[in-house]
Nanobody
Framework: QVQLVESGGGLVQAGGSLRLSCAASGSFFSINAMGWYRQAPGKQREFVAHINSIGTTNYADSVKGRFTISRNNAKNTVALQMNSLKPEDTAVYYC????????????WGQGTQVTVSS
């Protein structure tokens, strides 16, 4: 079992920046990949960014060049630096992990709200 706690959400004006953080506890040695997803009101949850155990990253097209995911394996944390924020980035952001031997991201945090005003 892995527990995830996100922090760093808030309200920001368009063009601004926010940094989200996620701390993992529990069986963190079993973590392969870590990632961020988001869900806007009335929409399905969508992929934002992933980073695997060796630092390979993957981003949604909508955030490429604006968001940066990073990971600290020693501290079992993952962060999402969000720059040039747009109103359409408004959503609840969720941290998630994929365990070794598992095909999907099965452990999720409680989410943190990000609101971008125009």
């Amino acid at each position: 079992q892995v527990q995830l706690v996100e922090s760093g959400g808030g309200l920001v004006q368009a063009g601004g920046s926010l940094r989200l953080s996620c701390a993992a506890s529990g069986s963190f040695f079993s973590i392969n990949a870590m990632g961020w997803y988001r869900q806007a009101p009335g929409k399905q949850r969508e992929f934002v960014a992933h980073i695997n155990s060796i630092g390979t990253t993957n981003y949604a097209d909508s955030v490429k060049g604006r968001f940066t995911i990073s990971r600290n394996n020693a501290k079992n944390t993952v962060a999402l630096q969000m720059n040039s924020l747009k109103p359409e980035d408004t959503a609840v952001y969720y941290c998630a992990v994929r365990l070794w031997g598992r095909p999907d991201f099965g452990s999720w945090g409680q989410g943190t709200q990000v609101t971008v005003s125009s």
